[in-house]
């Protein structure tokens, strides 16, 4: 039998120690118990979740004035590099593979929507989907949560932008179409990579590359603005990419892209550390030490701005990339403005 055999399918491959538990669960002499815990069956678990509140306003200098709506809490796509994961230890659960594989869905997240575009002081602000986790992860193929959320915003004609890496997106193209129309919805997909096998490992359950410059493509014939977030990016790893991503989702029709460089915040450094040993052995110093060196010799990096796009020779040489090549495929395409004024606070039936 194997030792330690890797779990395909997965990003994560061991449930990180929760900061917040006192007690951890853990393996130290195998020889010492009976059964081997060490790598259980990993199956997906959902949890459901009734918050009062669905709209979250951040605080946060590098997304100012923004509202999201996250219906779901971890997400089965394992991104191994997700910024996300140490936010599941709040719910009890590591942000190691119970991210990936206990979800927590919001299920009553379109009643408390419309609660709250009802709420008094609610003056019909764009808000977006998803600022944490995707909102289209498998599990909205079955519980259209996230298309019960578009209906509800398009019937109080309030704006959305959408962030996503899943195609599955398309199937909302007739609410985002008619949106789109009236100016009310943007979408974003992310690209992290073209590299079909490094992407099998990195986001082990998300659409191919293939997939997105079709989504790119199939909502951009819609009439639905689309820009790309190249996002993370990971030096040593995908930072040569760049280009040749830059070029295929222009192609693809895509108006406008930004890019953030990978931080490993919390338990993220020791589960992206593990797994770029297991998947790169003979990079994984390199690649290590690189992220290292653009977050000032730590692989994280708390201050606002600077966390997101890093600092010295390696971060300028990504950013001087990445404005060359978006001003070579994008020139003079911009996203357009969201329409102003037209949140209707009586949905459909208001006559005013």
């Not at 306003?57 to 991104?79: F, K, L, R, V, W």
């Not at 950013?319 to 606070?345: C, D, I, V």
Request: aromatic share 8%; with cysteine.
């Amino acid at each position: 039998m194997e030792e330690n055999p890797y779990i395909k399918g997965r990003g994560a491959q061991f449930k990180s120690a929760n900061r917040f538990e006192r007690l951890q669960r853990v393996t130290e002499h195998e020889e010492g118990i009976d059964e081997d815990v060490s790598h259980e069956s990993v199956r997906t678990m959902v949890f459901y979740e009734h918050p009062k509140k669905i709209i979250n306003a951040t605080d946060s200098p590098d997304m100012p004035q923004m509202y999201s709506i996250n219906p779901y809490q971890g997400c089965e796509h394992g991104c191994i590099y997700c910024y996300a994961r140490p936010t599941h230890e709040y719910w009890g659960f590591s942000a190691g593979l119970d991210f990936e594989s206990k979800i927590v869905v919001k299920a009553n997240a379109p009643q408390v929507l419309e609660a709250s575009l009802l709420a008094r002081n609610w003056k019909g602000e764009p808000v977006t989907l998803s600022g944490n986790t995707d909102c289209y992860q498998p599990l909205e193929r079955k519980l259209e949560i996230t298309r019960k959320l578009l209906l509800i915003l398009q019937k109080y004609r309030n704006p959305v932008g959408i962030i996503t890496k899943n195609a599955l997106v398309t199937r909302d193209i007739d609410i985002l179409k008619e949106m789109a129309q009236d100016g009310l919805a943007h979408v974003y997909l992310s690209v992290t990579t073209l590299d079909e096998s490094l992407r099998q490992v990195l986001e082990p359950r998300t659409a191919t590359s293939t997939m997105r410059l079709q989504t790119i493509q199939r909502l951009t014939e819609a009439g639905i603005p689309t820009g790309v977030m190249i996002a993370p990016i990971i030096p040593g790893l995908t930072d040569h990419e760049i280009p040749k991503i830059m070029q295929k989702v222009a192609e693809a029709g895509a108006l406008t892209a930004g890019y953030t460089v990978v931080r490993l915040n919390g338990a993220n450094g020791e589960l992206f550390k593990d797994w770029v040993s297991k998947n790169f052995p003979n990079r994984a110093e390199k690649i290590w030490n690189q992220i290292a060196e653009i977050h000032g010799g730590e692989v994280s990096d708390s201050q606002f701005g600077r966390r997101m796009r890093g600092e010295g020779p390696i971060a300028e040489a990504i950013n001087q990339l990445f404005k060359k090549a978006k001003s070579k495929y994008m020139h003079g395409r911009e996203m357009p403005p969201y329409a102003q004024n037209t949140f209707r606070k009586g949905g459909n039936y208001s006559l005013f």
